[in-house]
């Protein structure tokens, strides 16, 4: 059995204002240099809190929402590469193109009672089906 610390903090009124537990409490961390890019991030964001524009260097992700605010586009930048994913219902059209080679392919997200259960890849006119396996978890 573990040693836990459980400390309860509370105001003049009795009403429960802090917890701390131990040992699990993090009071640093640190990195191996060139874990994390050097270079900063900028993310502008939408009326509704949501990621509009994520940029590094001259990579970039950009999202559009419908009514609803829910996502669906994205275009990326990296590099020479271009990547577009159009988002309807279950289903990812998404396009790549890297000079003036250009590929699709639809993923379709097939969802029961537990959540998404397999996506199937349609490219090249063929199917594949992915079955995603979750464990007692649901992760």
């Given amino acids: ?18 917890v701390w537990l131990g040992p699990h ?12 890019p050097a270079t900063a991030q900028t993310v ?4 509704f809190d949501k990621a509009d524009k994520i940029k590094q260097d001259n990579d970039s992700i950009c999202y559009t929402y419908g009514y609803d605010h829910q996502r669906i586009f994205m275009e990326e ?12 219902g ?3 059209y998404v396009t ?21 259960y397999a ?7 063929a199917n594949t089906i992915h079955y995603i ?3 007692n978890l649901g992760s």
């Fill in 133 to 135: 396996l979750k464990d």
């Fill in 77 to 88: 930048h990296i590099g020479s590469i271009v990547r577009t994913k159009r988002y309807v």
């Fill in 44 to 47: 502008t964001y939408t009326g």
């Fill in 1 to 18: 059995m573990k040693n836990l610390e459980e400390i309860f903090q509370y105001d003049s009124q009795n009403r429960l204002t802090e």
């Fill in 96 to 116: 790549e193109t890297t000079g003036n080679t250009t590929a699709s392919q639809w993923l379709t997200y097939l969802t029961g009672s537990t959540g998404v």
């Fill in 25 to 36: 409490a993090m009071d640093a961390a640190t990195t191996a240099e060139g874990v994390f």
């Fill in 119 to 125: 996506v199937v890849v349609t490219a090249n006119n």
């Fill in 90 to 92: 279950n289903c990812e």
